[in-house]
């Protein structure tokens, strides 16, 4: 399966409360098992929710496949961009180990724990 990025432009999106996007989400949900009972390999991974938009990253084995699920969800997709490459970023894993001690010619001081 490909990897999509969908943006989903909805005036006042960050504005919804969270009870209404967990219900919009169990509606999209659900078109998904149906399709995924029909054969058709789409998942959703996560969205997030920012300004007027939503982006959502699928899982889907065709763009098609993701239109199809918008058009049955009856979600709109403004933009459908197939991800080539994903950077996994996570600053936490270098911290951890490490503990501030303070400050030497002006740059910090880190000590393994």
């Known amino acids: 399966m490909n990897k999509y990025l969908i943006r989903r432009e909805i005036e006042g999106a960050s504005q919804i409360p969270s009870d ?55 979600v709109p997709v403004n933009d459908i961009t197939l991800v080539s490459n994903v950077l996994k970023h996570n600053t936490n894993d270098w911290f951890s180990g490490r503990k501030f001690v303070g400050l030497r010619y002006g740059k910090r001081i880190w000590k393994l724990k």
């Open 20 to 74: 209404k996007l967990e219900e919009i989400g169990q509606g999209s949900e659900s078109v998904l098992v149906e399709m995924r009972n029909e054969g058709k390999n789409i998942e959703q991974e996560q969205s997030y929710v920012a300004g007027n938009n939503v982006f959502c990253v699928y899982n889907a084995e065709s763009e098609d496949v993701v239109k199809e699920h918008a058009e049955r969800a009856g």
